[in-house]
């Protein structure tokens, strides 16, 4: 196998955004024992930035963590089947997406796969780039008359979530109904236990696990409006009301499995719609949360993107058409979701024994595919805790070392909005970098933790330059 590092050009920064330090196994172990450390980005050992395969060597449970390229693309993609989707995961997201495409195993996945895949083909983003353009132009609104310091990540949050809701609904966050709906997410991501390592740790293969109060009332409500939404247009569709324009809610609606002519249930239609929401807007928030932070710290890089921008646009709009000529901007998204993949952790079950790089990989052992680790490992990319969008180039791209970088998974199950999500991503960056910059508040004490996605442990506060002032 080959594993030289692509040869780059001349770096445009050497700047090393916020990660945990790379500790011995020793000292790891320690504190996974006595669970000093809850967070589990920091109880990686510096051992796992370099491994092509190894096990966790505590726990209830066999764990394998797979770096190695080849056998990803064995887990993910050559035997998919075999490899579902965990248990744990599914554990922590059932309350909120029930039996959702992002979840499901099996004949329903494959059901649900074949139904939804059209509703995205529908959906075009030259249709959803308008929604998308309405909740920036809605956030820009707000920066510019921010009077103190705006917290980036909540800020990230509620433009990405107005972006898929407008997408979804056809209509701005703006109500009491979709205000619910945010407000909720945010408390469901602050108690979810996806990636809790005692959970990991002391969770049998297949076993149950307790329900937690918080995570069960937070879902309850986002279910609840997002029922009285989809009533609201099931009501619409048998009083025979013709919406004007197209919208995700109406493709899923009208979705029907060509195989037996059904169409989703009340409930399924509920369970498909929270996970657009929350896929469609947490990743992203996620990415750009720490894109903004970046930014903040590298000036001479947001300047390539303003002078982008006005080479491409003028002072005019940004189009459409617009977006995927912005390379460098875009090279910018994907290099922060390199260092900070939204899903840091693609786990999987081992319903089959399997043979990997001598190891015997046996029925209920639990697979982590760590983007976070795959991104950062010292095989695969030069100076890889460097920020360097010069990596996403398009001539530096091409070089890549085929499936080292997945910030949307691979294979059958690899996710279906990642257009959406880099369209969107390129939009915001482009627009906000060019009318503002970002001064972060103690920018020493932002650091990842790993959440339902990557997010930092505490605000990006920061103040508002507004440059068109």
Not at 338 to 359: G, K, N
Request: charged share 25%.
């Amino acid at each position: 196998m080959n594993l030289t590092v692509p040869v780059e050009p001349p770096p445009s920064s050497n700047y090393r955004p916020p990660a945990p330090a790379r500790r011995s196994e020793a000292a790891i172990l320690a504190r996974a024992v006595f669970l000093r450390q809850r967070d589990l980005l920091n109880l990686l050992p510096a051992e796992a930035y370099r491994l092509k395969m190894g096990k966790v060597p505590i726990g209830k449970r066999r764990i394998w963590i797979v770096n190695d390229p080849k056998l990803i693309r064995r887990i993910l993609v050559e035997k998919a089947e075999d490899y579902p989707k965990s248990d744990l995961m599914v554990a922590a997201l059932k309350p909120l997406v029930g039996d959702g495409i992002f979840i499901s195993n099996g004949h329903t996945w494959k059901r649900q796969r074949r139904m939804i895949e059209p509703s995205f083909a529908h959906m075009r983003l030259t249709t959803a780039y308008p929604q998308m353009v309405g909740a920036v132009d809605t956030l820009i609104s707000e920066l510019a008359a921010a009077k103190g310091p705006v917290e980036l990540d909540a800020a990230m949050s509620r433009v990405t979530a107005d972006a898929i809701y407008r997408t979804i609904f056809s209509e701005p966050l703006a109500s009491s109904d979709a205000r619910g709906v945010f407000d909720a997410f945010q408390r469901y991501q602050d108690v979810v236990p996806q990636v809790n390592p005692k959970t990991i740790i002391s969770s049998p293969a297949n076993g149950s696990f307790d329900d937690v109060p918080a995570v069960v009332n937070a879902c309850r409500e986002i279910r609840g409006v997002l029922g009285r939404l989809i009533d609201r247009r099931l009501a619409e569709e048998a009083a025979g009301k013709v919406r004007d324009g197209d919208d995700l809610a109406g493709a899923v609606m009208a979705a029907r499995d060509r195989e037996t002519g059904t169409r989703f249930d009340r409930d399924e239609l509920i369970d498909q719609i929270a996970v657009f929401f929350l896929a469609g807007h947490e990743t992203s928030a996620s990415v750009l949360a720490w894109s903004f932070f970046i930014l903040s710290q590298t000036p001479e890089i947001a300047a390539e993107i303003r002078a982008e921008v006005k080479e491409i646009c003028g002072d005019g709009p940004i189009e459409y058409a617009h977006i995927a000529r912005m390379v460098y901007t875009r090279a910018v998204f994907k290099e922060t979701m390199r260092l900070y993949p939204p899903v840091s952790f693609i786990t999987r079950i081992a319903t089959r024994s399997d043979e990997m790089r001598d190891h015997k990989v046996e029925p209920g052992d639990l697979v982590v595919v760590s983007p976070w680790l795959v991104h950062r490992h010292d095989k695969f990319w030069k100076d890889p805790e460097v920020f360097r969008p010069e990596r996403f180039l398009p001539e530096n791209e091409k070089k890549l070392k085929a499936d080292t970088y997945l910030p949307f998974g691979l294979g059958p199950r690899v996710c279906p909005g990642g257009g959406f999500a880099q369209t969107e991503g390129v939009l915001i960056l482009a627009s906000l970098t060019r009318r503002f910059a970002f001064e972060t508040l103690a920018p020493e004490k932002v650091n990842p933790v790993c959440r339902m996605t990557v997010r930092p442990d505490a605000a990006i506060r920061a103040r508002v330059i507004d440059l068109a002032a």
